[in-house]
């Protein structure tokens, strides 16, 4: 016998109560770790606290969730110094403070009410189910609905997934905006509403303008190969707001460094990086390199360039496919972002499983993308 939905709207509502379980248990169990007490730091310094009572307030909110209190305040020498020292702790916010949009949507669920220690969590856990709503969404245009539901309930619920959705972090937002970006940029094919994801994804983690701007320069390569016209506003708009959104964050917030935070990631914490000074090193660099490379065997990260190894082999590389170029730009997104950030991290590459997927179902049913882009 043949099982079907009556209706569109009953597979919609039994993805969303899946996921809303998920996200119960996501908010019930939040996964706090140092990153956390950061972030709970830039919300009260929103909320005009001074660096004493920031530090204070943080600590007896982690002590009053009774999550890791002691882990967070005495594994190392590096936890013991924010704890002891207002002025240690205050000095780490810069590094956290390059999320804007991340900090905001935080700031605005604690003023409603949201406890701070689940507050820097919360744009995590409802990323969680509206990035899954969308992903079943777009899969039903591809593959039949229950084959959608379940491939969209097993990656959902994957362990990397579910980690990354109790984690206060801005990657579980940063995935969100760029998937409705990107279906937006595949799908709707409205520049204007791509655009806007795009430039809202950089103000929740800038560092997505390395795969923002492949995208984007592949998307002019490839419509200027049709209409040999490479100043279409539906060109260089979508170029000039992203690269405008990244300039505002690096000229306006402050922030250190690439190469501290690579050396405070990496190499060695750093209790004081407003005194950190030291030359950029080639030995240094390849040690955080090395580091990097051993990480891979605690990811998945495997998974999503051996998709797209695949895809392409399908594609016989031809490169007047719009879906092959998105798929050498993934892979040099991935490439880059490891050269300059070397972590293998799954939250870090989230956005790049979903659209490796999407693209090697797209390849397989021979749904291709060959459409202008339009307003």
Sequence with gaps: MKLEFKNEICPYSFIAIILLSGCLFFYNRPHLNWDSLAYMGTLLELDGKNKNEIHDSVYINLKTAGEK???????????????????????????????????????????????????????????????????????????????????????????????????????????????????????????IYYTIFFCLSIFARPDNIIFIILILVSNTIYNYVKDKNFYKKEYILPLSFVICSYSIIQLFIEHYSWYTLFYHTFIEKISYPNSFVSEFSVEIYIKGIIQGILSLQYSFTYLPIFILILLLSLRNLKLNSMDTLIALSVLISVFVRFLLFPDFTDRFYFIYYLISLILVIKSITNKTVNKYVTL
């Design 69 to 191: 209190y002691h882990f967070l305040t005495n594994e190392d020498n590096y936890k013991k110094d924010m704890f002891a020292s207002e002025e240690a702790f205050y000095q780490q916010l810069p590094f956290y403070r390059v999320k804007p949009l991340y900090i905001l949507t935080c700031y605005a669920f604690y003023r409603l009410g949201i406890p701070l220690t689940k507050a820097v969590v919360f744009p995590s856990i409802l990323s969680f189910l509206l990035v899954g709503i969308l992903f079943f969404h777009w899969l039903n245009k591809y593959l039949s609905t229950f084959i959608a539901l379940g491939i969209t309930i097993l990656l959902m619920f994957s362990p990397a997934v579910m980690l990354t959705s109790r984690l206060a972090t801005p990657d579980g937002l940063s995935v969100l905006l760029l998937f409705f970006g990107f279906f937006g940029f595949l799908e709707e094919k409205k520049y």
